[in-house]
């Protein structure tokens, strides 16, 4: 993953206030006492946090959330905290179908350092309010059974603990609850309480759905320290037709490059539909509201310019990417769609587009007409249909009108060595990729 250009990120200055901006955004779901937390955000620098659990080996879309907070707090003059959970991703927080499976240490121990990697890409360590990293199983591990239910266990009660909405769910579902998942609030609770008395935190962000766990450390500070804290809860992205936001057929859109290419990534953006694009850049993007209400008119005056999509797109993914992936993913979708050469994709974009689109791996080896490879990729149903295609003229190879029927798809029309995209008429393209 490139590295976050953070220099060129910026709080609109438009806003009377932080909070009110966050509001605009629609960050604010739920929080604690309002005008307390517009009061603290406004005020003198505070210090906060967000925690991240090593759930998988790459965060996603729905933590960029988080991240992008973190970011805006920080540039507001705030101190960060990113948390990677070593301990809580060992236990898992409680999911609203069915008990989680549990990692092993191992392999949680190396999800953490790709985490910690990912999260502070998105924050500075420099000037007068650098972020820290931290990782909570260096304060749980030194706690034993006993300490734990004798200082931190005896300040929770269990009517309240089952009234927290997942676990109300997992206690009237067939699968019920763990005392494992059960006991996850807690731990997260005592999170908020170490960084208070170590770093004098005063504020958690999360996801709306976190609430429950987010309220167990405010009110565990209150209890054990007499303080008042806060918690933020973010909405959870939808899109306008109520799906979850995010997901394709069950598929995330991870950060890693290497798990969602940064030309998908980029699709997924340039792809939002119009009744979406709005929110997605006050959510996930640092233009400042009048640039915002621009790309909004554009998008209601000129809809089939989708200028604030490719806005989105780009600006998302230099975050996440930098620059250069995206001038390839951009590169990339114009070719795609018959206005850029395939030739200028390097062979990481050029894979990504071939994966993304139908086609066929076929032996290098062996020799193949055009006619073949329309038939084996579907663009043609019959080699008859293949050859009339290509005496009407509606053939291309890599961008190259064609014409005879025999014509040989050599080792010259084989981008990088592997890849050779046939077109069939504008809009109907294949990918044909040739064994190493």
Avoid at 42 to 56: H, K, N, Q, S, V
Avoid at 74 to 90: E, R
Avoid at 276 to 297: G, H, P, Q, W
Wanted: glycine share 8%; with cysteine; hydrophobic share 40%.
């Amino acid at each position: 993953m490139a590295t976050t250009d953070l220099s060129t990120q910026h709080n609109d200055p438009s806003f009377a206030s932080l909070w009110e901006e966050l509001t605009w955004r629609g960050l604010v779901q739920v929080s604690t006492d309002p005008e307390a937390l517009r009061e603290a955000l406004d005020g003198e620098p505070i210090t906060y946090y967000c925690g991240f659990d090593p759930t998988a080996s790459s965060l996603h879309l729905g933590h960029l959330v988080q991240l992008l907070l973190l970011r805006r707090l920080q540039l507001a003059g705030h101190h960060p905290i990113g948390l990677v959970g070593g301990s809580t991703g060992l236990i898992g927080d409680p999911r609203q179908t069915s008990e989680r499976v549990l990692n092993s240490r191992e392999t949680v121990a190396q999800w953490v350092d790709l985490l910690r990697e990912q999260v502070q890409r998105f924050l500075s360590f420099d000037g007068e309010n650098p972020a820290r990293m931290v990782n909570n199983l260096d304060w749980t591990s030194r706690l034993s059974a006993i300490d734990f239910l004798r200082d931190i266990g005896k300040n929770f009660r269990v009517g309240t603990m089952i009234k927290k909405e997942i676990v109300a769910k997992r206690l009237n579902s067939e699968e019920g609850i763990s005392y494992t998942e059960f006991s996850y609030q807690i731990l997260q609770g005592l999170d908020y309480l170490n960084l208070y008395r170590e770093y004098g935190c005063t504020l958690q962000t999360g996801g709306s759905d976190q609430w429950g766990n987010l309220t167990s450390g405010t009110d565990l500070v209150r209890k054990t320290e007499g303080a008042a804290v806060h918690a933020i809860g973010t909405p959870l992205i939808t899109n306008s037709d109520g799906t979850k936001f995010g997901k394709s057929e069950g598929n995330a859109i991870w950060l890693n490059p290497e798990l969602t290419s940064p030309y998908v990534f980029y699709q997924f953006w340039l792809n939002t539909a119009d009744a979406d694009v709005v929110d997605r850049l006050k959510v996930f993007t640092f233009r400042t509201r009048e640039e915002i209400a621009e790309l909004e008119r554009l998008t209601r005056e000129q809809p089939h310019r989708r200028e604030a999509q490719r806005v989105l797109a780009a600006d998302v993914n230099t975050l996440v990417h930098g620059a250069e992936s995206t001038w390839q993913a951009a590169d990339a979708s114009a070719a795609v769609f018959g206005k850029g050469s395939f030739a200028d994709l390097d062979e990481a974009t050029l894979a990504a587009v071939a994966d993304a689109l139908p086609g066929v791996t076929v032996d290098r080896a062996s020799e193949y007409t055009v006619v073949d490879l329309l038939v084996a990729t579907g663009l043609c149903d019959s080699k008859s249909a293949a050859r009339r295609t290509l005496k009407e003229g509606g053939v291309s190879v890599n961008d190259s009108k064609l014409s005879g029927e025999d014509t040989v798809v050599g080792p010259e029309a084989r981008l990088h060595g592997r890849f050779t995209l046939l077109r069939r008429g504008k809009k109907n393209l294949a990918a044909v990729t040739f064994t190493r």
